[in-house]
């Protein structure tokens, strides 16, 4: 994961202007660890900033999903951001017990993405690519229970 101090580098560089709140949404996803939704966003940052209300957060997230510095991901029909990793494109494992998500490297897709184009000439946009099921642990955890 890039670290913010460098996308708030590109931003300014960008003439983006850096309000305190804009800074404080960003290292709340920095420091998040990825795939945060809006209201843990929200709360992370109020932490350092009480006066910040929820409509700021909204806006902000959408400017930064516009410049391309946060990646929106629709994980069990909520949506969650993560800073945006040019060298770290992934796709993403849900589970659908845990809600929990993961990271999945875009090597597994290539093939498959390959596939379609030349079986039916369907260019797939596996960026926005999830697949849902259990996690290792929810799995392990149903096998116990049967
Ligand atoms: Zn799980
Ligand atoms: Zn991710």
New binding site residues.
């Given amino acids: 994961m890039p670290s913010h101090t460098l996308v708030l580098e590109r931003l300014k560089g960008q003439g983006i202007r850096l309000t305190p709140q804009r800074i404080l949404v960003l290292s709340a996803i920095a420091e998040g660890g990825g795939h945060m939704g809006v209201e843990e966003v929200y709360l992370r940052a109020k932490e350092s900033y009480p006066y910040l209300d929820v409509a700021t957060v909204y806006r902000t997230l959408h400017l930064f999903k516009k410049l391309g510095v946060v990646t929106e991901v629709a994980i069990g029909g909520q949506l969650r951001f993560e800073l945006t990793d040019a060298d770290r494109k992934h796709h993403h494992m849900v ?6 998500a993961f990271d999945l490297s875009p090597a597994y897709l290539e093939e498959l993405g390959q596939t379609l184009k030349q079986q039916f000439g369907f260019e797939p946009d596996l960026d926005n690519f999830t697949v849902s099921g ?6 392990q ?1 149903r096998m116990e229970k049967e």
Avoid: T
Avoid at 134 to 139: E, F, I, P, S
């Fill in positions: 589970c659908q017990a845990c809600g929990g259990l996690c290792a642990n929810c799995a955890r």
